[in-house]
């Protein structure tokens, strides 16, 4: 069993940030990739952060260079340092760890951007 808990969003004016949190618990493994999804209302989910287990992060261009995915090995956690928001960032984001074979999924935190 593999518990994946988020934790930061909440609400912020456009230019604020914000970091999430997502934690792993249960039989833990090698972990090949960490990372988060997005999704907006009436949109797609959407790949915004990824990072390997050897440390290669990959970024959707829509916020290259405003956010920073990042993980602490000892807790099985990762985070999402999000700078300069926008309104177009507002979505529910969600945490995913790739470990094997198989994809766990947080429970989503929502994040609002006003303008």
């Known amino acids: 069993q593999v518990q994946l808990v988020e934790s930061g969003g909440g609400l912020v004016q456009a230019g604020g940030s914000l970091r999430l949190s997502c934690a792993a618990s249960?039989?833990?493994?090698?972990?090949?990739?960490m990372a988060w999804y997005r999704q907006a209302p009436g949109k797609q989910r959407e790949l915004v952060a990824a990072?390997?287990?050897?440390?290669?992060?990959n970024y959707a261009d829509s916020v290259k260079g405003r956010f920073t995915i990042s993980r602490d090995g000892a807790k099985n956690t990762v985070y999402l340092q999000m700078n300069s928001l926008k309104p177009d960032d507002t979505a529910v984001y969600y945490c995913?760890?790739?470990?094997?074979?198989?994809?766990?999924w947080g429970q989503g935190t929502q994040v609002t951007v006003s303008s």
């Open positions: 995913k760890l790739h470990m094997g074979l198989y994809d766990y």
């Open positions: 249960g039989r833990i493994a090698a972990i090949n990739v």
């Open positions: 990072m390997s287990s050897g440390g290669n992060t």
